[in-house]
C-alpha cells in the first residue's frame, strides 16, 4: 500500500468525548449522529463504528448511496433526503426514508409503506410538509419512527428558535410517530423544552463549537503534510505565484504537499499556519492547488519528508479564514489518508 503525503489525524477519543457530551446534554433524549457527507469528512464508516460502540442508535445520511455504504455494519439509518422513484427498486433493508413532500409520502405508500421518517417543515423553508399537510389527514396509516423538524438559527438567541419549537410541539400526538426529534448540535443546548425524544447532532461531534455550552467539544481532526522541498530564500526574493511574499530577509522556507485541491483554501495565503512542537510556522504567498509554502525558521530540525500539522481548530480555523466549520471539514480532499488514533 502506497501512503499519500496528506493524512488526517483523527481522534477516536475525542469523537466519542463528543458524543457522550451531547448524549449528557440530551438529558432523557437519545442521542444520534448526523453522518451525512462521508462523516462531515472524516469518514463516515469509522465515525459509525466508533460511535456505535460506545451506544450511539441512530444515524442520519442525506443519500440512499451513501447508506448503502454503510450497509454491513449493522445500524440503523435514516436518509434525510427521502426516497426517489430511482431510490425504489434496490433500497439497503437497514435503511428508512425520511418523506419530505406529498409526492414521497405516496410514492412510499405505492410501494407498500413500511417504518419511516417524516420531516415537517416550522419554518426553515427548507425540506419538508406542512402542518396543514398532517391536519389534511396526508400521514395517516403510515407507520412513522420519528417525526422531526429542523432548526434554522439554533446557533444564536433568536425568537425563531422558540417559534419553531412550539410549531413543533404542538404536532405531538397527531400523526402516530413513535418519537419527535428537532435538536441539531446547537440546539440541544437551548434547553430541555427543545430536545424532545431523539437529537441529532453533528458538527459539534467533529469539534465544531457554536454555542458557549458546548465548552468541552474537543478538536477531533488535524490535518498532515509531508515536506517536500526544504529551501533557503533570500532577501528581497519573492514567494509563490503572483509574488505576494516578498522575503524582508534570508529565510529557510518550507514546501508542503498540500493545496486547495485538498481543501486549505487561498483564504489561508499568508494567514494560515502550520504547527511543529512548540514551534508555529505561518504560510507564506499563495496556496496553490497542490503546494503550500512555510516559514521554518522556529524549527531548524524539520527536513525533507518530514511532517507538520496544519492549526485546524475549527472555532478559531473559521474566524481566521472566513470558511464555516462545516465548510473547513466536508472540504477536506479525497488525497488526504484517514488515519484515526
Known sequence: MTFA??????DSDALVSNWRTLAGLSGSAACGAAVKANGYGLGARGVVERLAQAGCRDFFVATWREAAELGDLGVAVSVLHGVRDADMADRPPHARPVLNTAGQVARWRDAGGGPCDVMVDTGMNRLGISAQDIADGLLDGLAIDTLMSHLAAADADVPLNARQRDAFAALRGLTGAKRMSLANSAGIALGPDYRFDLTRPGIALYGGVQRAEHAAIRQVVTPQAQILQRRRVR????????????????IEVAVLNLGYADGYLRCFSGRGQALAGDATLPVLGRVSMDLTAICVEAAPELAEGDWVSIAYDLPATAALSGLSQYELLTGLGARFDRVWG
Not at 503525503?5 to 483523527?10: A, E, T
Not at 505576494?244 to 530577509?249: L, Q, S
Open 5 to 10: 503525503p496528506l493524512r488526517l489525524r483523527l
Open 235 to 250: 532577501a528581497g526574493e519573492t514567494v509563490g505565484y503572483n509574488a505576494t511574499f516578498t522575503a524582508p530577509r534570508d
